[in-house]
């Protein structure tokens, strides 16, 4: 059974920074392309990064190419997302998928 934990959201000012982590469990995590979701209240959900299995092709939402980095750990099983520049309109719940799986989330909200 695949599970995906996600942590690091929090409070934080325009212009600031946040890292978030996806700890992966009940898969071959390093055989697995991993992606971040976000979803904004009154909004679909959307695709902001993807990472392929080796870590080598990223790709990013327009919206935050450029100050948001998607990295991984193969030997932690850990996905990750550097989130700089931060933005009120970043503000939302992230999610990261992996194998048609959801994590429950983490709160990310930039306000001064």
């Known amino acids: 059974q695949v599970q995906l934990v996600e942590s690091g959201g929090g409070l934080v000012q325009p212009g600031g920074s946040l890292r978030l982590s996806c700890a992966a469990s009940?898969?071959?995590?390093?055989?697995?392309?991993m992606a971040w979701y976000r979803q904004a209240p009154g909004k679909e959900r959307e695709l902001v990064a993807h990472?392929?299995?080796?870590?080598?092709?990223?790709n990013y939402a327009d919206s935050v190419r450029g100050r948001f980095t998607i990295s991984r750990d193969n030997a932690k099983n850990t996905l990750y997302l550097q989130m700089n520049s931060l933005k009120p309109e970043d503000t939302a719940v992230y999610y990261c998928?992996?194998?048609?799986?959801w994590g429950k989330g983490t709160q990310v909200t930039v306000s001064s």
């Open positions: 998928y992996a194998r048609s799986t």
């Open positions: 009940g898969i071959i995590f390093s055989f697995n392309a």
């Open positions: 990472i392929n299995s080796g870590g080598s092709t990223t």
